[in-house]
């Protein structure tokens, strides 16, 4: 059973910059692929960013696009989200969650684990 734990969420005024964390039990087969995903109050979860460990290819959702970077500490087993230039439309509880699928994956029903989330707050 793979465990994540976020850190990092907190309250930003627009424009600032919050770095995610999310420290895995172990990085293996069941964490080929790991992503990040957001869920605001009355919305879907979305996907943010995803990165397939083996070759560090990434995906990032339009909206976040150029200010948004998803990296890997191997030695570590963690994930982080750089979010810079955020904006209120960020605000949400983010999460952190990990697919044993062997390619880069995007979608919730892809993945098997995942953390309990981080709130990220943008104030305008």
């Known amino acids: 059973q793979v465990q994540l734990v976020e850190s990092g969420g907190g309250s930003v005024q627009a424009g600032g910059s919050l770095r995610l964390s999310c420290a895995a039990s172990?990085?293996?087969?069941?964490?080929?692929?790991m992503g990040w995903f957001r869920q605001a109050p009355g919305k879907e979860r979305e996907g943010v960013a995803a990165?397939?460990?083996?070759?560090?290819?990434?995906y990032y959702a339009d909206s976040v696009k150029g200010r948004f970077t998803i990296s890997l500490d191997n030695a570590k087993n963690t994930v982080y989200l750089q979010m810079n230039s955020l904006k209120p439309d960020d605000t949400a509880m983010y999460y952190c969650?990990?697919?044993?699928?062997?390619?880069?994956?995007?979608?919730?029903?892809?993945?098997?684990?995942w953390g309990q989330g981080t709130q990220v707050t943008v104030s305008s």
């Open positions: 172990e990085f293996s087969y069941w964490t080929n692929c």
């Open positions: 990165i397939y460990r083996s070759t560090s290819n990434t």
């Open positions: 969650a990990a697919s044993r699928r062997p390619w880069l994956v995007t979608q919730r029903y892809d993945y098997n684990y």
